[in-house]
């Protein structure tokens, strides 16, 4: 015999817990199926264990759809503010790291056993270790797992997207969302390092070097700091850019951030015996430094220096084009940009526009965020409009 409920929730994640402890609280009869051993396995993870659990500034242009509209309801309706009433409500300590993101002073375990403790608030049943083996509709949804069946109106598809798949990620979303008939918009990996080949593998000589940059993909720009890598490029910086590079484009780094235009020549009348490579070190890590100033080419004392290849050179600074090879792909990953088309859901309720009772929340629809909280905020909001909405 199914066992039956008024909603099934497929996901134990920070969507999944706060969708159904929303709806159970409402006095629905809310069961969550996990296919991992215990929930809540990302948020452990994220901020360094620390969780990153929200931004205080989200807001809809901090996320990447293809509606780009498609978020603003929600994240109105659930904001950060909100959230953090919820966290202090614990008496959860937290602190505020630079441009809005909040962390946990303790551990990532205090918002898992948060949203455990509002889920047990409304009886709702979390159940770990379920691998589904089949999702049927027929009036209501029967999911079947390797232990029972499970039988209700309302199905919740908060399984995340195929990022970080040593924690169990997979594209299942995107498997039951075809099965529905709705459309997927192409994942890809985000907040992702970059690869670099060809000439630019010169830059692997100085892997754990990093610098304040701008790093620009796309018409999108992000002021902090690029790392390099064994392989390429990461660091926040360059992890924002990713989510908006495509393959075969360039990422634009800026490498004079905090110095005004003219500044080459500026140094040339102050300081002429000065060399390119010395006035470099005072701006950058040495090793980078050296290397930016070789590929440069100019030797010479500043003041022996034509300006026109003054004014060259600290154009190239301030837009120095590399052409990354790919992406270190889903294994590096944090989020996924694309999943379950914005087009196919309410952005209300996020409820099947054809398929009344199917909802989609989280990491699993194609609303992605930035680095730095944004995308547990799109978490905590989705999952609320679905619970209120079942």
């Not at 659930?78 to 551990?107: M, N, P």
């Not at 770990?128 to 079947?144: I, K, L, Y």
């Not at 929340?361 to 930035?370: C, K, L, R, S, Y």
């Amino acid at each position: 015999m199914a066992e039956r409920y008024d909603a099934i929730v497929l996901g134990a994640g920070a969507a999944g817990l706060m969708c159904a402890a929303r709806a159970g609280q409402r006095g629905k009869r809310v069961q969550v199926l996990e296919r991992a051993e215990k929930p809540g396995k990302k948020i452990l993870i994220s901020g360094g264990g620390r969780c990153n659990f929200t931004n205080i500034g989200a807001g809809p242009a901090n996320y990447l759809s293809q509606n780009p509209h498609f978020a603003k309801s929600a994240l109105a309706r659930y904001t950060a503010r909100d959230f953090l009433e919820l966290v202090e409500s614990y008496d959860i300590a937290w602190h505020e790291k630079t441009l809005g993101q909040l962390f946990c002073d303790g551990s990532a375990k205090q918002i898992v056993e948060m949203l455990l403790e509002e889920c047990a608030k409304g009886d709702v049943d979390v159940r770990c270790g379920e691998e589904v083996a089949s999702v049927e509709h027929d009036g209501d949804f029967t999911v079947t797992t390797q232990t029972a069946t499970y039988t209700a109106p309302a199905l919740v598809v908060a399984t995340g997207g195929p990022s970080i798949p040593k924690m169990g990620a997979t594209g299942f979303a995107y498997d039951l969302a075809r099965q529905f008939g709705l459309k997927v918009v192409e994942p890809r990996p985000a907040l992702v390092p970059l690869t670099l080949g060809g000439e630019e593998v010169l830059f692997r000589e100085i892997s754990g070097v990093s610098a304040p940059v701008v790093a620009s993909a796309g018409k999108a720009s992000f002021p902090e700091a690029a790392l390099f890598t064994h392989r390429g490029l990461s660091g926040p910086s360059i992890l924002q850019a990713s989510s908006y590079w495509l393959s075969g484009e360039p990422v634009v780094v800026n490498f004079l951030p905090g110095h005004a235009d003219g500044w080459l020549l500026d140094a040339k009348r102050e300081t002429p015996r000065a060399t390119l490579e010395s006035l470099l070190r005072e701006a950058l890590p040495d090793r980078l430094a050296d290397i930016l100033s070789e590929k440069l080419g100019i030797a010479t004392e500043l003041g022996n220096a034509p300006d026109k290849a003054l004014r060259t050179a600290e154009e190239r600074l301030r837009r120095w084009t590399f052409r990354p090879n790919g992406t270190e792909g889903f294994g590096k990953a944090e989020v996924t940009v694309g999943g379950i088309s914005t087009a196919e859901l309410s952005s209300k309720t996020m409820e099947a526009k054809r398929i009344p009772g199917l909802y989609a929340i989280g990491e699993a629809v194609d609303v992605t965020g930035w680095l730095g909280g944004y995308n547990f905020q799109w978490a905590w909001a989705s999952g609320v409009a679905a619970g209120e909405a079942l």
